[in-house]
Nanobody
């Protein structure tokens, strides 16, 4: 399968910045999209930002103008630059990727989640 490894979470004061990274590895043939989601009430995960292999991006309204998602396609890595952080941004952030993986005799779809990384913003 495809594994996602996240890094960059931590504790920061309001107004500060963090840069999250997520690297995908495994039998990857292609990645269609990678993105970041965060834990919301009732154990739901809400979209923060996504980027497709073609470069199209999508952001939650709450982070527009503050967060920037980017990719290094050659390294199968996605980044989330988080600026002007607010206490309301405090939660667990999860990396997600979907695409096609190498399989026996061909290819198969995949969708993988990272383990999550904690972001805590103090006031």
């Amino acid at each position: 399968q495809v594994q996602l490894v996240e890094s960059g979470g931590g504790l920061v004061q309001a107004g500060g910045s963090l840069r999250l990274s997520c690297a995908a590895s495994g039998s990857i043939f292609s990645i269609d999209a990678m993105g970041w989601y965060r834990q919301a009430p009732e154990n739901q995960r809400e979209l923060v930002a996504t980027v497709t292999s073609g470069g199209s991006t999508d952001y939650a309204d709450s982070v527009k103008g503050r967060f920037t998602i980017s990719r290094d396609n050659a390294k199968n890595t996605v980044f989330l630059q988080m600026n002007s952080l607010k206490p309301e941004d405090t939660t667990v952030y999860y990396c997600h990727a979907r695409g096609r993986r190498k399989s026996w005799g061909g290819f198969a779809d995949f969708a993988s989640w990272g383990q999550g990384t904690q972001v805590t913003v103090s006031s």
